[in-house]
């Protein structure tokens, strides 16, 4: 079998002339409720308000309501939404990559994240790169992660995933502030936590001559949605993180900046909230981060352990070279080992594009005189 392999080494390579980067813009949405009902449209919105501190976010692990997200849902919900805004629109969505954001943020912090791997499958339809999650892997990584032995006096897995959603639940509002009881917003410590209700956004954006459509969870909005939709959107991500008590700590912190930075950047989410949080779990103070200032931060007063520029640059030369590899019909596997400096990419099927498009979308794609060319709507190009 022949594998095309991409070197992630030396990174240096990568430092040189900044790629342009198309500021994402958001360009459909859908929703899941707490049964995990797909809609389209913006139902499961969030609206950011403080936690009142401090937070304990060990309430209510006993009555978690938690996702089973076992199963293969390959990019169903997103083309669903794509192939509702093209009948809506009489245009095609033209794109040269459409994925998840969870895919891109692992392709973006592979040059700094040398100890995790990924895989996942790809396929070419009418000159557009469907990228998923290789669902089987990534089972089997929650599951060795899930019986990960923490050290003595550190939480569990399992537990300090909680935390997270905890943390959200206590900063967000399903309405408006103003339009929300004292009774609401003081009862959030109380409430279920269900992590299955989740806002989807759909960006257009890019990186260099790689054009993208990327769907990703966003967690809250800072105010409301503007009207027009050219208007950014005030997005706020949240996070918690162990209070920073030494160099140890911080260099910790610095690595999983990286992550937040990624994922936010991505789909142009300009703040993000950090939960600090002791070792048993109680939040003690906030920090708000501006996404576009955490790469600059990170190389003037931190360790200086990433660096943003080279990131974009890896990126988008990866997806450029992807491009050259993955041509006509067929599925193929990208893989990156743990601790591997190189991302291979290898052919598992020959013909079809396997489940990763779904029946509904080849039909409608496929259906005669359908739809026009989009590719004059993208954002402006900027550089980083």
């Given amino acids: 079998m022949s594998r095309a392999l991409f070197e992630i080494q030396p990174i240096a390579r990568f430092g040189g002339v900044n790629t342009t980067i198309r ?5 459909a949405c859908f929703s899941y409720d707490q049964e995990r009902r797909f809609s389209l449209g913006d139902a499961s919105m969030a609206y950011y308000y403080p936690p009142n501190l401090p937070a304990d976010l060990n309430i209510g692990f006993d009555t978690f309501q938690k996702l089973d997200d076992s199963a293969d849902e390959h990019l169903d919900a997103l083309l669903e939404t794509i192939m509702a805004m093209e009948k809506e629109t009489g245009k095609k969505c033209e794109t040269d990559v459409i994925t998840w954001r969870g895919m891109m943020t692992k392709i973006l912090t592979a040059p700094f994240d040398m100890m995790n791997g990924f895989e996942m499958n790809v396929t070419c339809f009418q000159g ?10 990534k089972n089997q990584q929650k599951h060795i992660q899930k019986n990960q032995r923490m050290p003595p006096g550190m939480a569990s897995q ?13 900063s967000v509002l399903r309405k408006p502030w103003d339009e929300t009881s004292r009774a609401e917003i003081e009862g959030r410590q109380d409430e279920v936590v269900n992590n299955s209700a989740q806002y989807c956004s759909v960006v257009k954006t890019g990186m260099g001559h790689v054009r993208m459509v990327l769907g990703g969870e966003v967690d809250a909005v800072w105010d409301c949605k503007p009207v027009l939709k050219e208007h950014p ?3 706020v991500e949240l996070k918690t993180s162990a209070e920073i008590r030494n160099d140890r700590d911080m260099v910790k912190y610095e690595r999983k900046l990286l992550k937040f930075w990624a994922q936010s950047f991505l789909l142009g989410v300009p703040k993000i909230i950090v939960g600090f949080r002791d070792q048993q779990g109680i939040v003690r103070r906030l920090e ?9 931060k990170v190389k003037s007063v931190g360790r200086g352990s990433w660096d943003g520029n080279i990131c974009i640059n890896f990126a988008a030369g990866f997806l450029d ?7 006509g019909e067929g599925v193929w596997r990208i893989r990156k ?3 591997s400096h190189v991302i291979e990419v290898f052919k598992i099927e020959e013909t079809g594009h396997g489940d990763i498009l779904s029946s509904s979308f080849k039909s409608w794609r496929e259906s005669p005189g359908r739809t026009t060319d989009d590719s004059s709507e993208l954002p402006p190009a900027q550089s980083m």
Avoid: C
């Avoid at 557009?128 to 892997?137: C, K, P, V």
């Avoid at 399992?158 to 206590?170: N, Q, R």
């Fill in 23 to 27: 500021r994402p813009r958001e360009i």
């Fill in 337 to 339: 080992l743990e601790k």
């Fill in 321 to 327: 070279w992807l491009k050259q590899v993955v041509q």
């Fill in 288 to 296: 708000e981060l501006d996404t576009a200032s955490i790469p600059g």
């Fill in 158 to 170: 399992e537990l300090m995933m909680y935390w997270g959603y905890k943390f959200e639940a206590l």
């Fill in 233 to 235: 959107i005030h997005w």
């Fill in 128 to 137: 557009t790169m469907f990228i998923e999650e290789h669902n089987a892997y």
